[in-house]
């Protein structure tokens, strides 16, 4: 049995925490979902359309951001529902329990939603007051095709594992994406403006550069936390980590302040050449994380479909270890589908690994059998 890691400098079940309830109304095809849970680990089983993945969608709320799917809050309201949706969870953690919930109103006459959050009946003013009580991390089938898919999709993956240890990251990427659309917007409609081009890439420079820090600190301890604890004997492979990217190499090298000078100093010289090509050529939206297959030192997009799928769930084991260690509470742990496209010696592996790991685990499956290696610890909640 595996356990957890000595340098994390936790008691196995320090900073462990358990939905005990999950209340659901109007939310995507469920109108009105009550589920009292009691066990570690969470089976959900039913046929395909149930609405299993809307429950870790659900759940997923309860994290910074858009949830698994990244989706507008507006589509997730019931089809028949009044227009909003509620979610509320019961959270039980060393000895105290916390009511969190979340949803958002019908649409008001100008079409437009607004997002609630609530921590304990009092109002909260965004989804990042969550992350003092719970955290999330979640692998869906979305994501089998994240090491041969374009970089876009692994710079998104990047920023959730970044997001799962600093609820600031969110915030901190939005500002500089809008700070790069006024860059671009500047540069079509007023090209020769070169005071507020040297305002707005100040901008974007600072929150470039902080972007791309957050980054590489998490990228860094996430490798070194799987070359501490890599064991070539296990059925999840373990991965290799770096950042490629100009504005990574230039955090790499110098501190914050002259990173910043020396990228502002970039773009500046690149206007007409990002003027031409209608977008900003370098900086933090073209870096990239770069995964390669540890055992066979190879880059993972030549791996097999396969390796590729073990590769990327131990990369999320080891990003589960890696929130608890940096934030002190385990995160609940949501896996869509995850199980039915193992073999039965990698679904075995599977369970010791989450066994070894303190969070909550929710799991999808249509064959209830799949789960039968977690023996009396998963309970199965029917869905549909």
């Not at 100093?265 to 900003?280: E, I, M, N, Q, S």
Request: glycine share 10%.
């Amino acid at each position: 049995m595996i356990r957890p890691e000595a340098d994390i400098g936790l008691e196995p079940e320090q900073g462990a925490q358990r939905l005990t309830r999950l209340t659901v109304r109007d939310f995507r095809n469920h109108a009105d979902l009550d589920l009292p849970l009691s066990s570690r680990f969470v089976a959900l089983v039913g046929e395909n359309g149930a609405g299993k993945t809307n429950i870790l969608e659900a759940v997923s709320l309860f994290a910074p951001g858009r949830g698994l799917r990244r989706a507008e809050f507006a589509t997730m309201a019931r089809k028949d529902g009044p227009g909003g949706f509620a979610v509320s969870v019961t959270l039980a953690r060393d000895g105290a329990e916390h009511r969190l919930g979340t949803g958002c109103e019908p649409p008001g006459f100008d079409g437009r939603t607004s997002r609630l959050c609530r921590v304990d009946g009092a109002g909260a003013p965004s989804p990042v007051a969550f992350s003092e009580f719970v955290r999330v991390v979640w692998l869906t089938p979305d994501l089998d095709g994240l090491f041969r898919g374009p970089g876009g999709d692994r710079r998104r993956f990047l920023d959730r594992l970044v997001l799962a240890v600093d609820s600031g990251h969110g915030a901190r990427v939005s500002a500089m994406e809008r700070a790069l659309r006024s860059r671009n917007r500047l540069l079509e409609e007023r090209p020769n403006d070169g005071r507020w081009l040297d305002a707005i890439e100040r901008e974007v420079a600072e929150l470039g550069v902080a972007v791309a820090l957050a980054r590489r600190e998490t990228t860094e301890r996430l490798d070194r936390l799987i070359h501490e604890t890599r064991d070539d004997a296990q059925p999840f492979p373990w991965a290799a980590l770096r950042l490629e990217g100009d504005l990574d190499d230039l955090v790499a090298v110098w501190p914050a302040l002259e990173a910043e000078d020396r990228f502002r100093l970039a773009l500046a010289r690149g206007r007409a050449r990002d003027r031409a090509a209608g977008r900003t050529l370098s900086g933090p939206q073209t870096s990239d994380l770069v995964v390669r297959h540890g055992p066979k030192d190879v880059p993972a997009a030549t791996a097999s479909t396969g390796e590729q799928k073990a590769l990327l769930i131990g990369l999320v084991l080891a990003h589960a270890r890696l929130v608890r260690a940096m934030s002190g509470i385990a995160p609940l742990i949501l896996l869509d589908e995850v199980a039915a496209h193992l073999d039965p010696r990698r679904r075995a592996g599977l369970f010791e690994a989450l066994d070894a790991l303190p969070g909550q685990v929710f799991m999808t499956g249509a064959d209830p059998a799949m789960f039968d290696g977690l023996g009396e610890a998963a309970e199965i909640v029917r869905i549909g």
